[in-house]
Structure formats: C-alpha cells, structure tokens
C-alpha cells in the first residue's frame, strides 16, 4: 500500500466517523424534540451518564492519539 493510498483510506475513514456521529447527533436531537414535554426524563442527574460521558471521549481521543505518538517519539 502506497501513502497516497493510505491517506485516501484515512481521510474516507474520518469522513465514515463523522457522518455517523453526525446523523446520531441529529437524529437525537430529532427525537428529544419530538417528545413531549411530560415524556421527557432528567438524566442530569445520573452519575452514571455523567462519567460516561467524561470518560469515554478521552479514551478516545487517547486510543488515536497513541499510535501518532509513538512515531513521532521513537528514535
């Protein structure tokens, strides 16, 4: 596999990951409008949701940050 190849394959990747969370962003935001107001829950309140939601965007951003860092550190 070439670099050009390659980046095409990252580049087609990043574009797959951000129309799908893009489109679940919006499809959330679709469905929380829709709902009336006596249906819709307070989950703010939930420490669960809280920590999930505080962590599991760092252990992604760590995962993709760790291959990049190795190349660049390693002599």
Do not use: D, Y
Request: aromatic share 14%; charged share 10%.
């Amino acid at each position: 596999m070439n670099e050009f190849s390659f980046r095409w394959a990252l580049m087609v990747s990043c574009l797959l990951i951000f129309v799908l969370s893009f489109s679940a962003l919006l499809l959330a935001a679709w469905r929380h409008h829709r709902r009336g107001k006596a249906e819709q829950g307070n989950f703010h309140s939930s420490v669960l949701v809280e920590i999930s939601w505080t962590i599991v965007p760092c252990v992604v951003v760590l995962v993709l940050v760790w291959p990049t860092a190795r190349i660049f550190w390693t002599p």
